[in-house]
Structures are given as C-alpha cells and as structure tokens.
C-alpha cells in the first residue's frame, strides 16, 4: 500500500483530534453550569474520538502492520491523557470511583451510558469517509461485514482483557503516587505494549466501550460472547486493582519501601 494511504489516514485521524478539541471548547462555552451535563458531553466527545480514531487504526493495522498501528497509538494515548481532564472514555474507571466511594452508582451509569453513545453514533461519521474512498485502503470498507478480533475461545479471552487491564490499571495508579518525569509518556507506553502483546488473540482493546462500538455484533462471536470478553473480562480486571494496589506486599513492590512508609 502506499504512503498516500498511510497519510489519509493520519490526516483522518488528526481531523477526529481536531474536532474533538474544537467541540470540547464550544461545550464548555454553552455548558457553563456546573452538575452532569456538562460531564457527560466531556465524556460523550471523548468516546467519539477514541472510537473513530481506532476505525481508522483498523484500516492501518490491517494495510501497514501492528508497528505503525502502535505508534499512532501511543501518540494518541499521550494526546488524550493531556486534553480529556476528567473524561475517560472507559466505564471501569468509574466504577472503580464507585467501589472507592467517590461517586455514585447513577453518575457511573450516566457516563457509561454517554460514552456508549459517543463511541457507538460516530460510526456513521466513519463510514461516510470510508464511503468517499480518499484512499485505496478504504474500498469496500463502508459497508463491508466486520469480524471479530478474538481469535482465541471467549473464556481465555475474557482472561486476557482482564488480566492486561489489570496490568494496564496497576501502572496507571503506581504512576499517579510515583509521579515520575515523563509518567504520561510511560504510561502510555505501557498501555499500547499490552495493546500490542494482546492484538491477535483479544483484539487488545482493554476498554469495554471501545470494543462494542468497534466490534459489537461483528461475525466471529455471539453478543454473549463480546459481553463476556470485554465487559465481564475487562471490568472485572479494573475492580480487581482496587484492593489489589492496596495490598502491602503490592504496594512495596511497585512503590518501595519509602514511598510506602510515606502514604
């Protein structure tokens, strides 16, 4: 394929971040009150962009390879942890704010539920650029018959969803106490390597949102199937690092000694 693809598709890509950025600016401007609206369409802008960019690293990873799939991504990853504030894109991280006490059960239904719509509307959006076919990598796209990334049975891959986001959650909450230089590079390092390491057995997609707007309903596995992969799997995973980062033995590990006798 050529680079031309290639750049259509970065220049799609860049196009999402733009609008996204552009749209979160307008929102604060016109949902100037405080309470859940603005929130949730802080939330609903983040699932779109994350999900339109990663229907683009589809085509990417499926015409130049897993490696420039993971360097977009890992550019993407630092981009949004610098412009999404408070938004995550993901429901298990307010759910873990559930399990923690920090916010309520319908405030974490609320997000989930605007994520889902975020991630799941821009797809008509994506399919109208496919549909254009800038490129050559995009013929036949807009309409074609989506399969499954899970190539391994849904027990084993709800098992690696759940244990990478494990991981991936661990890092992230070992980061926030430690705080090191260059802890959102890291981060986001760490996160598109299990990406990466995951990628041709689950899919990789560590974020039960990101996978049913990409994936739901795709041939390869039954709705129950997805559900227990990368929602079960993945949530399960997120819950686990609660009490699991606040085990001793895990808290000297990742944090030291020092730092432990500090917190």
């Not at 420039?68 to 993407?76: C, E, H, N, T, V």
């Not at 319908?106 to 997000?111: F, G, I, P, S």
């Not at 596995?221 to 609660?242: D, K, P, Q, R």
């Amino acid at each position: 394929m050529s680079l031309t693809s290639l750049g259509v598709s970065a220049g799609f890509i860049l196009g999402c971040c733009i609008t996204a950025q552009i749209a979160r600016r307008v929102s604060r401007r016109l949902l100037k009150t405080d309470g859940i609206v603005p929130v949730l369409m802080n939330e609903a802008i983040a699932a779109a962009e994350l999900c339109a960019c990663c229907f683009e690293l589809i085509i990417v990873a499926d015409n130049f390879g897993v490696a420039a799939y993971a360097i977009i991504l890992f550019l993407l990853t630092v981009w949004w942890g610098k412009v999404w504030g408070d938004a995550s894109a993901c429901p298990y991280t307010h759910m873990e704010d559930m399990l923690e006490g920090q916010t309520s059960f319908k405030e974490m239904a609320l997000r989930t539920w605007a994520e889902l719509m975020g991630g799941c509307c821009v797809y008509r959006i994506v399919q109208v650029f496919w549909w254009l076919e800038f490129a050559d990598t995009h013929k036949g796209r807009a309409f074609e018959e989506c399969n499954a990334d899970l190539q391994v049975s849904p027990y084993l891959g709800a098992v690696i969803e759940g244990v990478a986001t494990l991981l991936c959650r661990l890092a992230s909450k070992t980061l926030s106490v430690q705080q090191p230089k260059f802890s959102s590079y890291i981060d986001s390092f760490i996160g598109t390597s299990l990406v990466v390491a995951a990628f041709n057995f689950s899919g990789g997609y560590f974020n039960p949102v990101l996978a049913t707007a990409l994936k739901w309903g795709c041939r390869g596995h039954s709705n129950l199937e997805h559900i227990i992969v990368y929602w079960i799997g993945a949530c399960l995973g997120a819950l686990l690092s609660v009490p699991i980062f606040k085990l001793p033995a895990v808290q000297r590990m990742l944090l030291g000694e020092q730092k432990l006798k500090q917190s």
